[in-house]
């Protein structure tokens, strides 16, 4: 094999060869040899003993790879926006390598802590070091991996706000053998968070203040999240509310609910640039609340669908009963506004919390009686003509009495459920008032 080796056939013209394989990670890199230009026999002593020198030479060579690979590991961590930091555990914990970056980064001394003259605990506060004893003791306990966010104060330069990401290692018999952490500069992120939360009060003060109830409506769950506010205005126990559309629609008055799943489903699907709308909803104790609803969608999927909703929810039934106290005070032409308003509440005992009166214009009013019989309806619109008729509004010492005429139309749920149908109410009601006009005025005239 070696007989035609040039060391072999020209100077120095070698006559004996003795290898070993030199190894690493089982490969073999090399051999360590012993050549002479003299015949030589190694005994069985002197080739173990050349086995011994090449597993000790392998070793040396594997940890100056190691050591290697460290120093670039180490070079490169000083070049990020990370600290390292490594513990050794042996009986206690005692800090094994700290890289050189803390202190550009931190404003910590690195030759200090690299010394043992300063602890790193050194540079927190009283809730930082709790915060770092805990996740040291959790690893002792038993905890891989773990994380803490805390306050740094450093010598010299502005305090700092780190996240500390760590993760322990322990020996086959589960006893802890090192803790190396990461500390990651958190100071923009905390700055963020503290200025989102001052905003986020500041939104509930004011929403608290203006009395808004909100709700934030995740379709596909079907999940409405609503404020203490918001449960308040129908007299509901928060803790008790339930967050599904069901609810809601359960609440919504019959009269109002196709209206406003029809405005609702149009914003949802793009056709609308809010969903602003004003219906009843039912209060715990039975009576009828005008809301007004004034929301978005705020987030879609990527084929366009509206994945989350969010609004706010305002009480205005006392606007709604004012503007109901002024069409019954325009009934008696407002000659005496003071005296026609108090005329006009002595009517609201006929009127409930769920009917409806609007001015349709000059003396023209529509009035909207909901739920009940036609025979119902006819003993309120008759009461109702009764005390106009025998009202009296005095100007200048003169008496002067009104009568009303009433064009009324019957309505059954299954008629109820058309679109579109307000037209066609108001017109044939117009024609049944009409004919009362006609036939003598003061009276009631049903129409077809």
């Known amino acids: 094999m070696f007989k035609d080796n040039p060391y072999v056939v020209d100077a120095p013209h070698i006559r004996f060869y003795a290898g070993v394989p030199l190894r690493l990670d089982d490969v073999t890199v090399g051999t360590v040899c012993i050549l002479d230009t003299e015949p030589h026999q190694l005994s069985e002593r002197e080739l173990q003993s050349l086995a011994y020198v090449s597993e000790h030479v392998s070793e040396y060579l594997a940890l100056s790879l190691k050591h290697q690979q460290l120093m670039q590991e180490h070079s490169f961590i000083d070049d990020t926006p990370a600290a390292l930091i490594k513990w050794r555990y042996n009986m206690a914990l005692e800090l094994q390598y700290v890289s050189a970056n803390i202190q550009s980064l931190f404003h910590i001394p690195t030759d200090a802590l690299r010394e043992g003259s300063r602890a790193f605990e050194d540079f927190l506060d009283e809730r930082g070091r709790k915060e770092l004893n805990f996740l040291l003791s959790n690893h002792l306990a038993g905890v891989a991996s773990s994380e803490a966010q805390f306050r740094i104060l450093p010598p010299k330069g502005p305090e700092r706000w ?4 760590s993760k322990s290692f322990y020996d086959p018999e589960g006893r802890l053998e090192n803790i190396h952490a990461m500390l990651i500069d958190n100071t923009a992120n905390r700055y963020f968070e503290k200025r989102l939360n001052e905003a986020n009060q500041q939104m509930r003060l004011v929403l608290e203040a203006s009395g808004l109830g909100t709700w934030d409506w995740n379709v596909p ?8 506010r918001w449960c308040e205005l ?7 509310f339930d967050p599904s559309l069901y609810f809601w629609e359960s609440l919504v008055h019959p009269a109002d609910l196709k209206r406003v799943e029809r405005e609702l489903q149009q914003h949802m699907a793009g056709e609308t640039p809010a969903f602003s709308t ?10 009828w609340v005008w809301i007004e609803t004034y929301g978005r969608v705020v987030e879609r ?11 706010t929810h305002r009480d205005i039934t006392e606007k709604k009963e004012a503007e109901l106290l002024d069409a019954l005070g325009a009934l008696f032409y407002a000659v005496q506004l003071d ?6 509440e002595t009517l609201m005992r006929h009127i409930r919390s769920d009917d409806m009166v609007a001015r349709l214009g000059g003396e023209e009013f529509a009035l909207i009686l909901n739920g009940g019989t036609q025979a119902a309806a006819a003993a309120i619109l008759e009461q109702i003509r009764q ?5 009296v509004v005095r100007v200048d010492d003169h008496a002067i009495n009104f009568t009303i005429s009433i064009g009324a139309l019957f309505i059954d749920n299954e008629t109820a459920a058309y679109e579109d149908l307000e037209q066609a109410v108001l017109d044939h009601a117009d024609k049944a008032l009409y004919e009362a006009k006609k036939t003598g005025r003061n009276k009631i005239v049903w129409g077809e």
């Open 234 to 240: 129908l007299g509901i126990d928060y803790a008790n």
């Open 339 to 344: 005296k026609a308003r108090m005329d006009a």
């Open 301 to 311: 999927s990527e084929s366009g669908e509206a994945i989350r909703l969010t609004g």
């Open 162 to 165: 780190v996240k500390l990401l």
């Open 221 to 228: 769950s079907d999940t409405n999240k609503v404020n203490q």
């Open 278 to 287: 004003i219906y009843r909803m039912r209060h715990k104790n039975g009576y």
């Open 387 to 391: 005390d106009i008729q025998q009202s």
